[in-house]
């Protein structure tokens, strides 16, 4: 006897349409999910926060990020400050002082920010001559504003373990300044004693650094530069001669211990830097090489013994990272950023960096950067 077979290939040719229809259906949803996958996905790191300053404090793992949200933000300049300790890893979500949106500047009104350790820090808004300055002595839980001489404008501040210094000056609206002083304080900012300075620095265009009791002063004179030092937290200063040290303005110097100086030096187009181990008294060249102001790279003196230089994406070298050691006489090519532009450079120790990298030159388009490996190698951080 045959099987009776013959309904139900009706009843399958009936149900081919059905069948059809639902496995276009499907493919439909599929593709659907796939591509809001896919926008979610964009979206996402379209959302992501842009990091636009990174602020390390000398001798510590301690490094400060300030990003900004580029999507959905709601009221300008959307910045955030993140601390991390351990590289990049983790971060703590800290606030930021009362800042004002700026157009064109993602920063909003935010000049200068830097920190003493993990409670106490600093920050200046846009102003030609700030006379207050914002400090934190909780960790950027909270800010207030504080001055050091009513009437006075801050031209300068740096941290020292224990102390701030800066130079102060009355400066009229047209832009002129008379009376620079040196000014001290603790930490809290809010005690300061002020002292003269000599009267070749009792000019514009100088950079001031200090370590512990030892503080320099850099100002490029009309032929040569002038350094002076001092080593009673600013009363007396001693003038010590530094012809290597020439600038369109002033070197910007970084105290490594009461010894060891480093100095980064504009002269036009190009930058060159110099390293000191007998406290500025003489100078060695760290850098053989040209090296473009206007290059996208970055310098970071990291210790007495070791510093990091990027040449940016201009250089002909196979490598654009180098570390300094040897005094500054010995640089070894490390490894590759290979950034458009690096806006912030932070090593923390010989073995662990942070990098902002710009691609394109716009706010969206800068993240942050880690090696773990002294530069040999680096990877994308994905901020909270």
Known sequence: MEPECGNDVEMARSLTPWLRLLQVTVLFVAAASFATT???SAATTR?????????GVAGTPLVYVVSKHTV????EPCLQLLRTSDNGIHFTTLHMPPLAFVSRDPLGNLSQLFF???LDGYAFLNATYPSKMYVTVDGAKSWHRESIAPGDAILQLVTAHHELYAVVAHCSTTRVCTDYR????????????IDTLPAPLNK??????AYDANVWENRQGPRTSMLYSSNDKGRTFTQLSAPLLASVSACALTSSSPSVLWAECPTGMSVSFFYSGDGGVHWNSVSRYEFSGTGGGAFDPVSSSLAYLDFGPFTSRPKDLYSITNSGHTMTPVGNLSCRSVNGLVFSDAQNGLAICDENYSV????????????ATWAKVILP
């Not at 514009?204 to 650094?209: E, G, Q, V």
Request: hydrophobic content about 45%.
């Open 364 to 375: 969206a388009s800068t993240y942050l950067l880690r090696s773990s490996d002294g530069g």
């Open 47 to 55: 959302s992501a926060p842009a990091v636009q300053m990174l602020v």
């Open 116 to 118: 003493a350790n993990s």
């Open 72 to 75: 959905g933000c709601t009221h």
């Open 182 to 193: 040196i000014a001290r304080s603790s930490l809290a900012a809010n005690k300061w004693t």
């Open 204 to 209: 514009s265009f100088f950079a001031l650094a």
């Open 38 to 40: 896919r926008e979610s």
